[in-house]
């Protein structure tokens, strides 16, 4: 797995919603955004570490 895979799918579910900072499913899904775009070696580091614990063998990027 890719980390960009993950964040690309949550950037596309904050952009699905209007930007309302009143709205906490769209405050959350922009601040782990930003976070993890801004901690992204962290993240990389954590998606292979999962990626090695079976965590996305089900998911298929086909």
Known sequence: MKPEILLAELNRLRKDLDEDPTDIEWLALHHAF??????????QRYVDDQTHKGAFEQFDAT
């Open 34 to 43: 930003c976070f993890i775009s801004y901690k992204l070696a962290d993240f």
